[in-house]
């Protein structure tokens, strides 16, 4: 029986902002612009979203989520070719799969850190807070 449209869009909600920082980390490892990066991530989320009805629930939604990124970028690419500064595409799919796997393990230091940071008391945890975005400002 099909699902309902509203728990079908939930559903992909859920699972695609649970995966969206980690998506963007990988798009924005392999696309030089963040301008660029973030054209690539609305076409990766079009994408997922069109597709979302052929996805099986048993599947794993964060590899087929960055397999769909990779080939948006690797598309973005073969559209810039001429452009000087764009990795060939042996390189492009190298720094992907180096990507991909990093973005597994820095999704666990920040899940590490953000328990880390849970721990603390509220006043020192604002100090942290502050110092973080005093360092993330241009």
Request: hydrophobic share 45%; charged share 30%.
């Given at each position: 029986?099909?699902?309902?449209?509203?728990?079908?869009?939930?559903?992909?909600?859920?699972?695609?902002?649970?995966?969206?920082?980690?998506?963007?980390?990988?798009?924005?490892?392999?696309?030089?612009?963040?301008?660029?990066?973030?054209?690539?991530?609305?076409?990766?989320?079009?994408?997922?979203?069109?597709?979302?009805?052929?996805?099986?629930?048993?599947?794993?939604?964060?590899?087929?989520?960055?397999?769909?990124?990779?080939?948006?970028?690797?598309s973005w690419q073969r559209d810039r070719m001429r452009d000087r500064h764009i990795?060939?595409?042996?390189?492009?799919?190298?720094?992907?799969?180096?990507?991909?796997?990093?973005?597994?393990?820095?999704?666990?230091?920040?899940?590490?850190?953000?328990?880390?940071?849970?721990?603390?008391?509220?006043?020192?945890?604002?100090?942290?807070?502050?110092?973080?975005?005093?360092?993330?400002?241009?």
């Open positions: 029986m099909a699902e309902p449209c509203e728990t079908r869009h939930d559903t992909f909600l859920r699972m695609y902002v649970r995966q969206e920082p980690a998506l963007r980390a990988f798009v924005r490892s392999l696309v030089p612009a963040v301008a660029d990066a973030n054209d690539v991530m609305q076409e990766v989320a079009v994408v997922l979203w069109q597709k979302f009805g052929e996805y099986a629930t048993s599947d794993d939604f964060r590899r087929w989520a960055f397999g769909v990124a990779r080939f948006k970028v690797l990795f060939g595409t042996d390189l492009m799919e190298l720094l992907a799969t180096e990507a991909e796997i990093d973005a597994g393990r820095l999704e666990r230091q920040r899940e590490a850190l953000r328990l880390c940071l849970d721990k603390l008391p509220v006043e020192q945890r604002q100090l942290v807070d502050a110092a973080s975005q005093r360092a993330s400002s241009p």
